[in-house]
């Protein structure tokens, strides 16, 4: 197989991430959930103590994120989420992050990348773009659902509330905001159950490599 590579964006709880490991496993090729490592930034940052918005330090916590260690479980929390997304408006932690997950996307056999800026700044050539979206609505209710599952106990305005304001920041900020590609393929999951959105991306992603 020739090397491949997918880039797969969205903004919170759109779905994207549960899609594209459906679809790394299918394609048997190696996945990076790219929200993880400004998660891991975040995480150690709270962990010391240390302010969420200070350049310097925050870099200095990208530069020792390592890819083979980063641990979903602890990651996975919702407070996590929020601190990522403001040391992620961050261009020196970006420009961290993204040498790590530009290594992570030349292996071979390509890779697939989750994210807010992969089609259109990590991976600007990747062979296959999608940019998956659901109503914020419904979007609340996927996290809040994910949350009653952990045993987490979350007012569901409250979670709404925060999809809100982290889609406006992350759509905000001047360094790569999230955005679709000019060439990736729309991918509307509102009305979608995982397996439906995972057939029509995989049916996009057939087309395209037929093409
Ligand atoms: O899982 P969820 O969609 O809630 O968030 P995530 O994908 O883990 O990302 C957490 C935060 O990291 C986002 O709100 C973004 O601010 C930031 N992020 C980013 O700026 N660029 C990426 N490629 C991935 C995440």
Redesign the pocket.
């Known amino acids: 197989m020739s090397h491949l590579v997918i880039a797969i964006?969205g903004?919170?709880?759109?779905g994207?991430?549960t899609l594209s490991r459906k679809l790394a496993d299918k394609l048997e090729l190696p996945h990076l959930?790219?929200?993880?490592?400004?998660?891991a930034v975040a995480h150690q940052l709270l962990q010391n103590g240390q302010p969420l918005d200070n350049e310097a330090v925050a870099v200095e916590a990208a530069r020792q994120v390592d890819l083979s260690s980063l641990d979903k479980d602890v990651l996975?929390d919702h407070a996590i989420?929020d601190a990522?997304?403001k040391v992620?408006v961050m261009p020196g932690v970006?420009k961290a992050l993204v040498e790590l997950?530009r290594v992570f996307a030349a292996q071979s056999p390509g890779a697939v990348l989750?994210?807010?800026?992969?089609g259109t700044v990590?991976c600007p050539d990747a062979d296959i773009k999608l940019f998956v979206t659901a109503y914020p609505r419904e979007r609340a209710r996927r996290?809040w659902n994910e949350m009653q599952l952990k045993g987490q106990d979350a007012d569901f305005d409250a979670v709404l509330a925060d999809i809100q304001h982290?889609d406006e920041?992350?759509m905000g900020r001047s360094d790569?905001p999230?955005k679709p590609a000019e060439d990736a393929y729309l991918l509307d999951t509102s009305e979608m159950d995982i397996e439906t959105a995972f057939r029509t991306a995989l049916d996009i992603v057939d087309k395209s490599r037929t093409a």
């Open positions: 964006d903004p919170a709880a759109s994207k991430g959930d790219t929200g993880l490592t400004y998660r996975s989420g990522a997304s992620a970006r997950q989750d994210g807010r800026d992969i990590v996290r982290r920041r992350d790569s999230l």
